[in-house]
């Protein structure tokens, strides 16, 4: 079982994968695999959701929960048992609630031993970033229109000699 993301791109089992993408392209994927009907599939959503309501939901398995703290979430995803867990990230859970952050990755990563993890979100932020510390794998895919936006360079980069569309070396701390 494995979900194709796009064209070559797939997630296998046994992984946890932090995935920043459209909704449409996400809902996508989910709705153009049929094999999804045969395993036992949760969604986790916080507080709204902005891609429940486009995921056929006609399978007997596929089960929804929602966690309005970040205490929920992660008893939410230490109970779960399915075979694809997909969390839609909302970082409202989050407010307050900042030392949670570190079990929660836990949680997801633990999780993904055993199921296919999607820690989902549309636009990356802070909070979201945190919890993909984690992951396997930290899947971006970006659209058309996002690509031709011109870059601007900020001013460290300026004062460094960093062009904007140089490549640059990540580094890990």
């Known amino acids: 079982m494995q ?3 796009r064209k070559g791109l797939s997630l296998q089992p046994g992984t946890f994968s932090a995935i920043v993408a459209p909704e449409k392209a996400l809902v996508a994927a989910i709705n153009a695999n049929p094999d999804l009907q045969r395993f036992l599939f949760l969604y986790v959503g916080g507080n709204y959701s902005r891609i429940l309501s486009g995921v056929n939901r006609t399978a007997k398995n596929f089960d929804v929960r929602r966690a309005f703290t970040a205490h929920q979430l992660f008893t939410v995803l230490r109970e779960a048992g399915h075979t694809i867990i997909l969390a839609e990230h909302d970082p409202s859970l989050f407010d307050g609630a900042a030392a ?3 079990p929660v990755a836990g949680a997801l990563k633990d999780a993904g031993r055993e199921s296919l993890v999607i820690l989902y979100t549309p636009v990356a932020d802070r909070t979201f970033h945190a919890l993909a510390r984690k ?3 930290y899947i971006e895919i970006v659209t058309e229109d996002q690509t031709r936006q011109p870059v601007r360079t900020s001013r460290i980069m300026r004062h460094c000699g960093m062009r904007p569309a140089c490549q640059r070396t ?3 701390s």
Do not use: G, N, P, S
Request: zero cysteines; glycine letters at 0%; aromatic letters at 0%.
């Open 135 to 137: 992951a396997d794998r």
């Open 3 to 5: 979900i194709e993301i």
């Open 100 to 102: 949670m952050l570190e």
């Open 170 to 172: 990540l580094e890990v």
